[in-house]
């Protein structure tokens, strides 16, 4: 099977290519300085002037230059050994092959033209005059360095050059990088050129380190394929890998592929789909995709419609998965000629044949869907359901999925909730992080009607988790400075067991209701908060008197201090955390409002369990708000006030 395979494939004989010398194109010559002038023949007769320059250097003299081109390079004097090596050549002389490498890559290395071109000029004087001189790796560095700089042109004179000097080198050290050059370019088509020269010389000499990889060879198919769309110059690169003995693998297959879907092939498509499994491709996934690119650049709608459903039709189709370049590929196509309808009934055939195991984002309707937001057309990709729905299809949750994270992301939130409506009613059951993304824009855009119904929508989807969604929902509304809507939702949701709802979140509520100074609000949820049986804690105490102490309620703040003193006695600290925080902030209500008799009970229970008492804040507060009360006028009226008033100056240290 193999062998037959390799006789479909690889049919056409190697041709022999002219070995007629190069000429050195003008268009580098600005390139080149005076000592470097490359002639267009080498037999032209060397000028009388040039003569005279080439004199012999004595010992003395080039051991001289040498040491300054050495020490340059050290200094990286630039230009000093720029010099030096001018010096050297123009006199018949090169320097040693370490320090001729070192001055080349140096060059190539500084990242400005002047000193590029100085390597490039440099290079191609060596190739002619002195080849042995040339590391490969300082081939490699330069052609790298002329990558950097985006300079094609002199990258392709430099590989052509050693071509024509009989400089035969790696292909691994340069052909990869000119591959990279001529993609960054977009100019595959130059490269297939200097691959065929290459292929010639590496089979007329036998050089099997000249021989290009699969990848090299890939590109030159690429460039006859997707650039010059050129049947016969891409089957004569079919026979060049099997005369330099190039397996072809899967990338192969898929150029070709396109190539004859494009010019409308059929037989050599089935020939193909024969010789990828004699050559062991299995994974068919570049090669319909190429097909599609192929079918949809020729205009063949019918045709893309047929490969997605023989691929649909394979027995291995878990294993592909259309790109989302194709998917766009083919939405720009049927857009085009405005047939949407034709897309809508493409996704129905798909889901017939898909089943409902596939994977949301590996299916047809996924990926057209998907490529129309990607394409920034969400509202056509709205269209193809609607179509769907009038053609009276099931529409698939891959379908609506792509829309969705669209409205998402476009802060359409009302739209997205409406579309979430209509999944629930067909049956159909959306994931959690869809719903957890959709509630988080609704709450960055302040949708908080949105957030409610999708929030109510996954409770009645049974949706077993609803942690992590739930605390989303409550941090939006208290960074948006909405209690009364948290206070609502967390009496909605209370009961539901697959909520932790927990003393934080209604110390949430009321934190945010008394510093808007809404205290009966405050003091509702506090209530509302005790019949359910939630334990308040510290934190619960601290806003309430806070709130109360600027709303100057000095009675409510007594009548809390009432129940957590009841608590401590009867449970100790037990629920309560009774701290320095919380011994201040009623200290400093009881002193405002005046309740001595609570002052000192708070003082005692503070001194019982060792908690530090700063008096002078509520010596202050007292010198505000009571700096004219006389123990002689409480005497008259209320003996245990006075009393109380008294024991509070003698601790404050009043009564001096």
């Known amino acids: 099977m193999l062998k037959e395979a390799k006789k479909i494939v690889f049919f056409l004989p190697y041709r022999a290519f002219s070995s ?9 010559s600005f390139l080149q300085p005076t000592v470097f002038a490359l002639t267009k023949n080498r037999a032209e007769p060397i000028s009388e002037p040039t003569q005279k320059l080439r004199t012999c250097l004595s010992p003395e003299q080039l051991s001289a230059l040498e040491s300054t081109l050495h020490k340059s390079l050290l200094s990286s004097n630039t230009d000093e050994a720029w010099r030096s090596f001018k010096a050297l050549t123009s006199h018949q002389a090169f320097p040693p092959k370490p320090l001729t490498n070192s001055l080349l890559t140096h060059l190539s290395s500084l990242g400005d033209t002047l000193n590029l071109k100085r390597a490039f000029a ?40 050693m071509f024509r000097n009989r400089l035969f080198v790696p292909f691994a050290v340069w052909g990869p990088v000119l591959v990279q050059i001529s993609r960054d370019n977009g100019n595959l088509a130059a490269f297939l050129r200097v691959f065929e020269e290459n292929c010639r010389l590496a089979l007329e000499e036998r050089l099997e380190f000249m021989k ?6 890939n590109a030159a198919l690429e460039g006859c394929c997707c650039e010059l769309e050129s049947v016969s110059g891409a089957e004569r690169v079919v026979g060049i890998m099997s005369n330099v003995g190039v397996k072809p693998d899967e990338s192969s297959f898929g150029f070709l592929g396109y190539l004859y879907a494009l010019k409308g092939l059929p037989e050599k498509i089935s020939e193909l789909e024969v010789l990828m499994g004699g050559f062991g491709c299995l994974n068919k996934k570049a090669f319909y995709s190429n097909l599609i690119s192929g079918y949809v650049k020729s205009g063949d709608l019918a045709s893309v419609e047929s490969t997605i459903v023989r691929c649909l039709n394979n027995a291995s189709r878990k294993d592909w998965g259309f790109g989302v370049e194709t998917f766009c590929e083919v939405v720009k196509a049927y857009f085009e000629k405005g047939n949407i309808k034709a897309l809508a009934n493409l996704i129905i055939e798909a889901q017939k044949l898909e089943g409902s195991d596939i994977l949301v984002d590996k299916s047809i309707g996924y990926g057209i869907v998907n490529a129309c937001v990607s394409l920034g ?28 994270k669209a409205y998402c992301k476009e802060n359409r939130t009302a739209e997205a909730t409406q579309l979430v409506m209509e999944i629930s009613n067909s049956g159909l059951q959306l994931d959690v992080e869809i719903y957890d993304a959709l509630i988080e824009a609704s709450m960055c855009s302040q949708d908080f009607q949105s957030a409610f119904s999708l929030f109510r929508d996954m409770r009645e989807a049974r949706i077993p988790d609803l942690k992590a969604t739930y605390l989303t929902m409550m941090t939006g509304l ?24 927990g003393t934080h979140d209604w110390n949430s ?68 955390k009774f701290d320095h925080n919380l011994v201040d902030a009623f200290l400093y209500a009881m002193v405002k409002g005046g309740f001595f008799d609570a002052v000192m009970q708070i003082v005692e229970k503070a001194k019982e369990m060792k908690i530090f008492v700063d008096k002078w804040r509520y010596k202050q507060a007292f010198m505000e708000t009571h700096k004219k009360l006389k123990v002689a006028r409480l005497r008259k009226r209320n003996f245990r006030k006075m009393e109380a008033l008294i024991a509070f100056k003698n601790w404050a240290g009043l009564n001096g």
């Open 377 to 404: 057309v969400s509202d056509k990709a709205h269209s193809i359901l609607d179509e769907m729905n009038a053609l009276g299809a099931s529409v698939g949750l891959g379908v609506y999925v792509p829309i969705l």
């Open 212 to 217: 290009p990889d699969v990848a090299a060879c």
């Open 478 to 501: 208290m960074e948006n400075h909405r209690p009364e809507l948290m206070a609502a939702f967390l009496d909605e949701v209370v009961e539901d067991p697959r909520i932790e709802v």
């Open 122 to 161: 440099s290079l191609l004087f060596l190739m002619e005059k002195n080849p042995l001189l040339l590391h490969h790796h300082t081939l490699h560095h330069i052609l790298h360095s002329m990558r950097a700089a985006n300079t094609a042109a002199p990258a392709f004179a430099l590989v052509r050059s």
């Open 20 to 28: 007629t010398p190069e000429k050195i194109p003008t268009l580098y």
């Open 509 to 576: 509520i009321i934190h945010a209701f008394c510093k808007a100074g809404r205290i009966e609000d405050a003091r509702r949820t506090f209530r509302r908060m005790v019949f359910l049986q939630f334990e308040p804690n510290d934190q619960t105490y601290l806003s309430m008197i806070n709130g109360y102490v600027v709303a100057e309620k000095y009675f409510l703040v007594l009548m809390l201090w009432n129940e957590v003193k009841r608590k401590l006695s009867l449970d100790g600290q037990k629920g309560i």
